[in-house]
């Protein structure tokens, strides 16, 4: 997992150049946060929720576009690579965002 993720601190810089070689977004993570505006394309990662148990980590917009179309009326779907300090992002292909859950079987598996 990506270091500063798994510290639940720390930035993420995003790499909008790294979409013509590779076909993803690549962003390199940091320990270190970043502060306000002063790096165009890095993300402080944002711990949410009722005890800080969801991480969040916006993706600037500006890199975005380099995976998807540069205006759309909802953000795409990404998908999400993670490696040690790198994630990387792709755009979700439909048939990729189709999740099934068959409530039945975990039910039965459980005992209720």
Same mark, same amino acid.
């Given at each position: 997992?990506?270091?500063?993720?798994?510290?639940?601190?720390?930035?993420?810089?995003?790499?909008?150049?790294?979409?013509?070689?590779?076909?993803?977004?690549?962003?390199?993570?940091?320990?270190?946060?970043?502060?306000?505006?002063?790096?165009?394309?890095?993300?402080?990662?944002?711990?949410? *929720?009722?005890?800080?148990?969801?991480?969040? #980590?916006?993706? %600037?917009? +500006?890199?975005? !576009?380099? &995976?998807?179309?540069?205006?759309?009326?909802?953000?795409?779907?990404?998908?999400?690579?993670? *490696?040690?300090?790198?994630?990387?992002?792709? #755009?979700?292909? %439909?048939? +990729?965002?189709? !999740?099934? &859950?068959?409530?039945?079987?975990?039910?039965?598996?459980?005992?209720?």
């Amino acid at each position: 997992m990506a270091a500063p993720l798994r510290n639940h601190s720390g930035s993420f810089r995003f790499d909008p150049s790294s979409v013509k070689e590779t076909g993803m977004l690549a962003a390199i993570g940091s320990e270190e946060t970043v502060g306000g505006r002063s790096e165009r394309y890095a993300r402080n990662i944002r711990e949410e *929720g009722r005890y800080g148990e969801t991480l969040r #980590l916006v993706i %600037p917009h +500006e890199a975005l !576009v380099e &995976i998807g179309p540069r205006h759309w009326e909802d953000p795409p779907e990404v998908n999400m690579w993670i *490696g040690d300090r790198l994630l990387a992002f792709e #755009l979700a292909e %439909p048939e +990729e965002r189709t !999740v099934n &859950i068959d409530r039945q079987s975990g039910d039965e598996e459980n005992g209720a």
